[in-house]
Structures are given as structure tokens and as C-alpha cells.
């Protein structure tokens, strides 16, 4: 059984900066490719990057691109997503995902792991 655990939320003002933390315990990180989601108020839950199993390989939500920058440390389980020039639409609960798969997953239903989630507002 795989667990994964999401660090760094909070709240913060408008351009500040967030560095999100997931890690994984249990099944094999590095073999699997690893997402953020995310789930504004009223909204569905949506993707918001993708990283392939070996960090190569990235995918960014329009919304997001030059932004956000995903990333992965296999040594440590552990897949980060850094965020910056934050705006108030950025405010969400953000997921953390493993997939059954090392590359191209990009839809929820190829995720079979998620995390708890972890909250960022972005507020003046």
C-alpha cells in the first residue's frame, strides 16, 4: 500500500512564493509517474503537472506554465511542486497523485494513489 503525504500549503499573499512537498511510503516511487492536482472552491479537481517516473518528462496546466515548476527527487521519494508569482485563482487544495504507470498519465483515473491534500490560499 502506497502513502502519500503532502507538505508546504498555507497562506500567502498574492506574487509570494510555495514550495509543495509530497513523499511517498510504500510500492516503488521511481518506477511511477507522479502529478499535482488541484480543487478551487466550486471547481473539479483538476491537473495541474505531471512528472514522469524518471524526471525527465513534464507536463504543465496552461494556467500555470512559466509559473510552476514540478520536479523529483527518487532518492527521497519525494516529488515537489514549486509555485510562484501566486494568484488568488491559484487558491485550492492540492493533491498529490501516484500513477500505475512511469509516463504519460494525465487524466485521475490513472492515478490509483492520492494524497490527503494540502491547502494554499492566496489572499490579499
Known amino acids: 500500500q502506497v502513502q502519500l503525504v503532502e507538505t508546504g500549503g498555507g497562506s500567502v499573499q498574492p506574487g509570494d512564493s510555495l514550495r509543495l512537498s509530497c513523499t511517498a511510503s510504500?510500492?516503488?516511487?521511481?518506477?511511477?509517474?507522479m502529478a499535482w492536482f488541484r480543487q478551487g472552491p466550486g471547481r473539479e479537481r483538476e491537473i495541474v503537472s505531471a512528472?514522469?517516473?524518471?524526471?525527465?518528462?513534464?507536463y504543465y496546466a496552461d494556467s500555470v506554465k512559466d509559473r510552476f515548476s514540478i520536479s523529483r527527487d527518487n532518492a527521497k521519494n519525494t516529488v515537489y511542486l514549486q509555485m510562484t508569482s501566486l494568484k488568488p485563482e491559484d487558491t485550492a487544495v492540492y493533491f498529490c497523485?501516484?500513477?500505475?504507470?512511469?509516463?504519460?498519465?494525465?487524466?485521475?483515473?490513472?492515478?490509483?494513489?492520492w494524497g490527503q491534500g494540502t491547502q494554499v490560499t492566496v489572499s490579499s
Open positions: 510504500g510500492g516503488t516511487f521511481s518506477t511511477k509517474a
Open positions: 512528472i514522469g517516473a524518471s524526471g525527465v518528462a513534464t
Open positions: 497523485a501516484q500513477a500505475a504507470v512511469g509516463n504519460g498519465a494525465l487524466k485521475e483515473y490513472e492515478y490509483d494513489y
